[in-house]
């Protein structure tokens, strides 16, 4: 007891030295910027219970661990939005301070950031013709889990995005402790009137530390480049029709778990179709195909031959909003453009009454694989989710991730399934979050680098948060419409990195990213 006195009056303590820490920050950065800058801080406070905190199956954990726990979560973050004649920027800072029941020992305090700059207004002072030019940019700091099928920032988890990056690439493994940078650059062009040039750069890199759970998988840390042109026409009111080229390179090391490395490098070619049916209903279509280029190496066996595998996406968006609208900038939040990272807090959230998004997607593409075995690896994506305005005050969320993959050298398959259901309730000023999650990761494979050639778990996750942003009046920082203009909620504790289309199989517009696997 006294020992759970102690750490309740620890973490009190905490809340209150960020709260005034954050009041102290608003008071500070108001008189010191234009009329032009927006500054928000929030804070959040979360409990979660979690089934299985070291995501492992339970046979391989040591016999004194304790898998089920409560977490609790102290969230400051900042948020920042500027803009004058020439560019416009959204950043935003989030700090981390966690800490578990029964295993004190994982506690840690983490660090997610991220940011868009809107050059479009510079670059129409060197051509009108650039009618987009931007850069985002993420870091993450967190000895966390995957967020395998995130869907976006938030402080709830989420199955059931449709981004269908390689993060949703499926597979899940044990809490390590991670860096991940990722950074974007993208521009758009208009060669005529009907057809636009688009042309994206992502880096990424990941890498990993020490595990938790006395499991020790093989964790492959990876340094990704991808770059993609694409050319799209309008060729009726509702058609646009298009190709993209894709570059793909990862090189990639193995950061624990014995030693080795490798790198591999795909091209990739589709041909897109998306259709405008209503004002509300719209469909993508992607096919084509993925080439991995050739490795050569002296040392026998380790040589690999030039594969072609094929590649497709198809999308399908009904929404009580028009998406042309959105397309077409008509949302003006301040704040619209910041890359989405679990854990922390997205402005938006609730819905008007009424006002509804479904969105399905499915993925066949190549994928690096980070755990178990490092190199490209076949995955097939499914990504179904829901979100809808109940009452004035009231949203609600249903989300669902399925992914299957399989490699080669050594060879694999895993299925990961997720599911979640969640709502968000003003409370006055202040935003509840109430969120269930099941994931179900099965895993078997040939090969001698993991424990067991069978690796299975599920695990049941619920997370209660209480969030309060410093504005006035400060309900309207979670309004849909006001200043956010989605409110889609990511993973908890994990963190996810900008959607992308893997090695190439999105519509030309689409922006990158990498998974991280642990």
């Given at each position: 007891m006294t020992s759970l006195w102690y750490r309740d009056v620890t973490?009190?303590?905490?809340?209150?030295?960020?709260?005034?820490?954050?009041?102290?920050?608003?008071?500070?950065?108001?008189?010191?910027?234009?009329?032009?800058?927006?500054?928000?801080?929030?804070?959040?406070?979360?409990?979660?219970?979690?089934?299985?905190?070291?995501n492992a199956p339970?046979?391989?954990?040591?016999?004194?661990?304790?898998?089920?726990?409560?977490?609790?979560?102290?969230?400051?973050?900042?948020?920042?939005?500027?803009?004058?004649?020439?560019?416009?920027?959204?950043?935003?800072g989030t700090?981390?301070?966690?800490?578990?029941?029964?295993?004190?020992?994982?506690?840690?305090?983490?660090?997610?950031?991220?940011?868009?700059?809107?050059?479009t207004d510079a670059a129409h002072q060197v051509s009108q013709r650039i009618t987009s030019l931007s850069v985002r940019g993420t870091y993450q700091s967190t000895p966390s889990t995957t967020g395998f099928?995130?869907?976006?920032?938030?402080?709830?988890?989420?199955?059931?995005?449709?981004?269908?990056?390689?993060?949703?690439?499926?597979?899940?493994?044990?809490?390590?402790?991670?860096?991940?940078?990722?950074?974007?650059?993208?521009?758009?062009?208009?060669?005529?009137?009907?057809?636009?040039?688009?042309?994206?750069?992502?880096?990424?890199?990941?890498?990993?530390?020490?595990?938790?759970?006395?499991?020790?998988?093989?964790?492959?840390?990876?340094?990704?480049?991808?770059?993609?042109t694409g050319i799209s026409t309008l060729i009726s009111a509702r058609d646009t029709v298009g190709a993209t080229a894709t570059m793909s390179h990862f090189i990639q090391e193995q950061s624990s778990g014995g030693s080795g490395q490798g790198s591999f490098t795909t091209i990739t070619e589709t041909l897109n179709w998306r259709r405008v049916w209503t004002q509300e209903l719209s469909t993508t279509l992607t096919g084509g195909g993925i080439l991995k280029l050739p490795v050569g190496s002296a040392i026998p066996g380790q040589s690999v031959k030039?594969?072609?595998?094929?590649?497709?996406?198809?999308?399908?968006t009904y929404s009580s909003f028009s998406e042309a609208?959105?397309?077409?900038?008509?949302?003006?939040?301040?704040?619209?453009?910041?890359?989405?990272?679990?854990?922390?807090?997205?402005?938006?959230?609730?819905?008007?009454?009424?006002?509804?998004?479904?969105?399905?997607?499915?993925?066949?593409?190549?994928?690096?694989?980070?755990?178990?075995?490092?190199?490209?690896?076949?995955?097939h994506v499914v990504g179904v989710n829901a979100n809808g305005g109940i009452t004035t005050k009231l949203a609600g969320q249903v989300g669902m991730n399925y992914a299957h993959s399989t490699r080669s050298l050594p060879s694999s398959t895993s299925d990961t399934l997720g599911l979640t259901v969640g709502a968000r309730y003003l409370i006055g000023p202040v935003l509840a979050t109430l969120t269930y999650n099941w994931l179900f990761v099965s895993r078997s494979s040939d090969d001698?680098?993991?424990?067991?050639?069978?690796?299975?778990?599920?695990?049941?996750?619920?997370?209660?948060?209480?969030?309060?942003?410093?504005?006035?009046?400060?309900?309207s920082f979670f309004r849909m419409g006001e200043f956010g203009s989605t409110g889609t909620q990511g993973t908890g504790e994990g963190v996810s990195t900008p959607s992308g289309p893997g090695t190439g199989s999105s519509p030309s517009g689409d922006g990158s990213g990498i998974q991280r696997k642990e």
């Open positions: 973490l009190g303590r905490q809340g209150v030295v960020a709260l005034l820490v954050l009041i102290f920050a608003q008071w500070v950065l108001s008189t010191l910027v234009s009329a032009q800058t927006i500054i928000i801080p929030a804070l959040s406070v979360s409990e979660r219970y979690d089934s299985n905190i070291f339970k046979s391989l954990l040591s016999p004194d661990s304790k898998p089920e726990d409560f977490i609790t979560i102290v969230t400051p973050q900042i948020n920042i939005a500027h803009k004058n004649s020439l560019i416009s920027g959204r950043l935003f700090g981390l301070a966690t800490r578990y029941l029964h295993n004190p020992s994982r506690d840690f305090t983490g660090w997610n950031s991220g940011g868009q700059l809107n050059l099928g995130a869907a976006g920032g938030g402080l709830g988890t989420g199955f059931g995005s449709t981004s269908g990056g390689v993060l949703d690439s499926g597979l899940v493994t044990n809490r390590a402790s991670r860096q991940i940078y990722t950074l974007g650059v993208e521009g758009r062009y208009q060669l005529t009137g009907l057809t636009t040039l688009n042309a994206t750069y992502n880096y990424t890199k990941i890498s990993f530390g020490d595990q938790s759970g006395g499991v020790n998988n093989p964790l492959f840390g990876t340094t990704g480049h991808q770059g993609s030039s594969q072609f595998t094929p590649t497709a996406t198809a999308i399908l609208l959105r397309d077409a900038g008509s949302s003006t939040s301040p704040f619209d453009g910041l890359p989405s990272l679990a854990g922390s807090l997205n402005p938006g959230g609730v819905m008007a009454p009424g006002a509804y998004t479904a969105s399905m997607r499915y993925t066949y593409s190549i994928f690096p694989s980070y755990a178990f075995g490092g190199g490209p690896m076949k995955t001698q680098l993991s424990q067991s050639s069978e690796y299975e778990f599920s695990k049941k996750m619920v997370m209660l948060s209480f969030s309060y942003a410093f504005t006035s009046p400060s309900l």
